[in-house]
């Protein structure tokens, strides 16, 4: 399947388990990344506008979901958006992983397995939106 949810990424094999570092809240506390999840599907990135546009776009229709922004290490937790939880990532580990993949965001299985990488420019196209998963299922 090409441009679908069942592609490698590039520079990253497909499902691999995600790695659970500290996050932190901006209440300053300060949780593992599994603990921020639900026990569905979760899609994570950079905490930039087209992210925030799109990332509930990505989560599966109708299933319980969460989305989380990264805010990076060394920059300071600004605004907000309905719906997405910013956290800092403390260790950098997951803003590294995406940055390697040259995702804007990755979607998370419910047992913590990377399930696809979105990448940064498919997020930053205004004309489309990223296909979420019941659409990719579709083709």
């Given at each position: 399947?090409?441009?679908?949810?069942f592609e490698q990424s590039k520079g990253h094999a497909h499902s691999e388990l995600l790695p659970q570092p500290l996050m932190e809240r901006r209440d300053g506390s300060v949780l593992?990344?599994?603990?921020?999840?639900?026990?569905?599907?979760a899609v994570i990135g950079h905490d930039t506008p087209a992210?925030?546009?799109?990332?509930?776009?990505?989560?599966?229709?109708?299933?319980?979901?969460?989305?989380?922004a990264l805010v990076r290490r060394d920059d300071d937790f600004v605004g907000g958006h309905h719906g997405i939880e910013t956290v800092r990532d403390t260790s950098g580990e997951i803003a590294a992983l995406l940055d390697r993949c040259r995702a804007g965001a990755i979607v998370l299985r419910p047992d913590r397995y990377s399930y696809r990488f979105v990448d940064a420019a498919e997020l930053c196209e205004?004309?489309?939106?990223?296909?979420n998963m019941h659409e990719a299922h579709q083709l």
């Amino acid at each position: 399947m090409t441009n679908g949810f069942f592609e490698q990424s590039k520079g990253h094999a497909h499902s691999e388990l995600l790695p659970q570092p500290l996050m932190e809240r901006r209440d300053g506390s300060v949780l593992r990344l599994d603990a921020l999840l639900s026990d569905g599907f979760a899609v994570i990135g950079h905490d930039t506008p087209a992210f925030r546009a799109h990332a509930q776009g990505l989560l599966p229709p109708g299933m319980p979901g969460v989305a989380l922004a990264l805010v990076r290490r060394d920059d300071d937790f600004v605004g907000g958006h309905h719906g997405i939880e910013t956290v800092r990532d403390t260790s950098g580990e997951i803003a590294a992983l995406l940055d390697r993949c040259r995702a804007g965001a990755i979607v998370l299985r419910p047992d913590r397995y990377s399930y696809r990488f979105v990448d940064a420019a498919e997020l930053c196209e205004p004309s489309s939106t990223p296909r979420n998963m019941h659409e990719a299922h579709q083709l």
